[in-house]
């Protein structure tokens, strides 16, 4: 996800053209798609940077500004603070319903890959503790974890891309691939999909087995440029759905280099997933969260085989 900088930081990203852009091209509507987004909770003050969903259909988002992550148990209801992490990050699940957070993005970002302040704790819903997991990353923006355990983190305003093994070992330098956003695994955990949201901006897939030669599937030009791809999920046929930041399009990837729109919701629109479960923000549905504090359902991604991507 697009990390949200202080004052000082964000204004000299926009003087250099990063934060902001330019109108958008067009997209074709996916078809049975387009119908206003419904708004399911809103947390004033916050910019939420991740969004997940838990086996019994609650979500989970992490407010970058307080590191606060908070539970939501339903659509429309009041959200609840089950953990507090210094510039709280990516979010994603362990094998064994522990649920991971990524910390240190804020701007300490643009040193990542050098100065490598950033790691991961390890929240138990059973328990509400909270412990260490790994450290040393460049950063934990973006989080995904493949059925044996073994995490990936991301940062967008880096190159490199970390694997934490399951015996704990962190690679810092797994991969390099400037600007990869967020990252999912597919369900056969051969490749991550991510987002590039400024250096060359598009989504690509990295194959787990040669991160060397990642493949990519979109690349954005013209009037969408500066469009700021962000966190991507996948939906039942394996298909790349995800933001646009700044004006909050959704989007589906069909094939490489075509993709169509299923929704516009709030702008600075920084991660999808689909729910899980029968209840809650339940699986089939499509929900956004956004640097404004909101999360949204976009109806025009629903897909009754979709569901949140964990191990």
């Known amino acids: 996800m697009i990390v949200r900088f202080t004052v000082p930081v964000a204004a000299a990203l926009v003087t250099a053209g990063l934060l902001t852009a330019p109108a958008a091209t067009a997209a074709p509507i996916c078809p049975g798609a387009g119908q206003p987004v419904i708004r399911v909770a809103e947390i004033p003050g916050t910019a939420l940077q991740a969004l997940t969903v838990d086996p019994d259909g609650r979500a989970y988002v992490a407010d970058l500004t307080s590191g606060r992550v908070f539970r939501i148990d339903a659509p429309g209801a009041a959200p609840s603070v089950v953990a507090t992490v210094p510039a709280a990050g990516g979010l994603a699940w362990l094998p064994d319903g522990r649920l991971l957070i990524g910390y240190g993005s804020d701007a300490r970002v643009l040193v990542g890959d050098a100065a490598r302040a950033a790691g991961i704790v390890v929240f138990d819903p059973a328990t509400g503790t909270v412990s260490p997991f790994a450290d040393g990353l460049s950063a934990a923006s973006g989080l995904t974890v493949a059925h044996d355990g073994t995490v990936f983190a991301t940062n967008d305003f880096g190159d490199l891309v970390a694997r934490i093994a399951p015996d704990g070992t962190v690679q810092a330098d797994w991969a390099h691939f400037p600007s990869v956003n967020g990252g999912v695994l597919d369900p056969a955990n051969r490749y991550i999909y991510a987002s590039r949201t400024f ?65 516009s919701g709030d702008g600075e629109t920084s991660v999808v997933t689909y729910g899980r479960g029968s209840t809650g923000f339940a699986a089939g549905h499509l929900y956004a969260a956004t640097f404004t504090g909101i999360v949204d359902e976009i109806p025009g991604g629903f897909d009754p085989a979709a569901t949140t991507l964990a191990p």
Request: proline share 15%; hydrophobic share 40%; charged share 20%.
């Open 199 to 263: 250096v060359n901006p598009g989504v690509s897939r990295i194959p787990v087995a040669a991160p060397w030669a990642p493949e990519s599937l979109l690349d954005f030009t013209g009037g969408d440029l500066l469009a700021a791809p962000d966190d991507p999920t996948l939906d039942s046929l394996e298909r790349p759905v995800l933001p646009l930041n700044p004006s909050g399009r959704i989007i589906r990837i069909d094939a490489p280099g075509r993709y169509c729109e299923l929704g």
